[in-house]
């Protein structure tokens, strides 16, 4: 599941959910340092926590693939092809920086409705003025 501000407060400054898959362990380029995911994120989700079905945080939403770009290459849309920083990636940088980290190790499986709650919890929209 991925939390975040999709559209930031344009759309509306409730936190979303949406529920989605692990689709492969590597990210662009094979990267290892991130995953593809399903599901939906948009303009504003990146930084939100990807959780597990345990409610552990698995990654950190960083990009959508550039589908304009792939649809002039290949003639078609991609969908739902989105990547995120894998948490033990995220981990080291923080402590390589000297930055304290706490993490979960939840190992009973929750329904949407108690990840949504841990994700209202631990998601804050960040807003940037020029």
Request: charged share 15%; net charge positive.
């Amino acid at each position: 599941m991925v939390s975040g501000y999709p559209y930031g407060d344009i759309y509306s400054n409730t936190i979303k959910v949406t529920k989605g898959i692990v689709s492969a362990n590597r990210g662009m380029g094979d990267d290892s340092g991130q995953f593809q995911i399903d599901a939906a994120v948009q303009s504003g989700s990146s930084g939100g926590p990807i959780y597990d079905e345990n409610g552990n945080i698995v990654g950190v939403v960083v990009s959508q693939l550039n589908k304009l770009k792939v649809a002039k290459a290949i003639g078609s849309f991609p969908e739902n092809v989105n990547f995120g920083i894998k948490a033990s990636t995220v981990r080291q940088f923080l402590t390589s920086s000297g930055l304290p980290t706490k993490w979960s190790n939840r190992s009973q499986r929750m329904n949407t409705k108690k990840l949504a709650k841990i994700a209202k919890n631990q998601t804050v929209m960040v807003v940037c003025n020029p």
